[in-house]
């Protein structure tokens, strides 16, 4: 039986939370853009699971939920992509949270459109916002799970990542949702390693 995340109580209240992070940028112009591919799937997390973004704190939107007896922050970084650390350092910090315990979700131009790649550390690749995160954690020792957007062939990268998804890559956003859930479900579950070695080049 499938388990969701909910508001119930996590039977150890002390319990270290793991912060899962969707990057984005704020604002209705952006919402369908191929850049906010990590708040669609941070969205399509809460909306399954019955929690809302009903909190801002450091400048991020945030919802709260237990998850196999796991508490889990969901944020929204509210900077800005290439801002993006200055919201999320606080939110580690200010929860005390360890740098295992934290998921980054956010596009890559270099995986075909739709493919999932899952990493336990590595640099920015050149995303602005993992540059903001990098420098603003001083490591780029934590997990991260990257959504294929594809690379165009005219090669107008900055036009093809803030487009929004065509109509055929809307309809193929719910598969996708759903393979990047069951990915952190494992990560949460079975850790880093067993995501990656499962969910890879899906």
């Known amino acids: 039986?499938?388990?969701h995340l909910?508001?119930?109580q996590?039977?150890?209240t002390d319990a270290t939370r793991k912060l899962i992070a969707g990057l984005g940028n704020p604002g209705v112009q952006y919402l369908r853009n191929r850049h906010n591919v990590g708040f669609l799937a941070l969205d399509h997390l809460a909306e399954l699971n019955h929690l809302n973004f009903a909190r801002r704190r450091f400048n991020a939107l945030l919802a709260e939920g237990v998850f196999?007896?796991?508490r889990l922050l969901?944020?929204?970084p509210q900077t800005f992509m290439n801002a993006s650390g200055s919201a999320l350092a606080k939110l580690v910090?200010?929860?005390r949270i360890?740098?295992?315990d934290i998921i980054v979700i956010y596009d890559d131009l270099d995986l075909p459109f739709g493919k999932i790649r899952v990493r336990a550390r590595g640099s920015a690749g050149g995303h602005?916002?993992?540059e903001s995160i990098i420098n603003a954690l001083g490591t780029s020792d934590f997990p991260r799970l990257r959504i294929g957007i594809g690379r165009p062939a005219s090669r107008e990268d900055i036009g093809h990542v803030l487009g929004n998804f065509s109509e055929e890559e809307e309809r193929a956003l719910e598969e996708i949702f759903a393979r990047v859930e069951n990915a952190l479900r494992v990560w949460l579950n079975e850790g880093i390693e067993k995501a990656m070695s499962l969910f890879n080049g899906q």
């Open 6 to 8: 909910g508001r119930e």
């Open 1 to 3: 039986m499938r388990r």
């Open 68 to 70: 196999d007896d796991q």
């Open 128 to 130: 602005h916002g993992m």
């Open 10 to 12: 996590a039977k150890d």
């Open 98 to 100: 360890p740098t295992r």
């Open 74 to 76: 969901l944020a929204k």
């Open 93 to 95: 910090a200010f929860n």
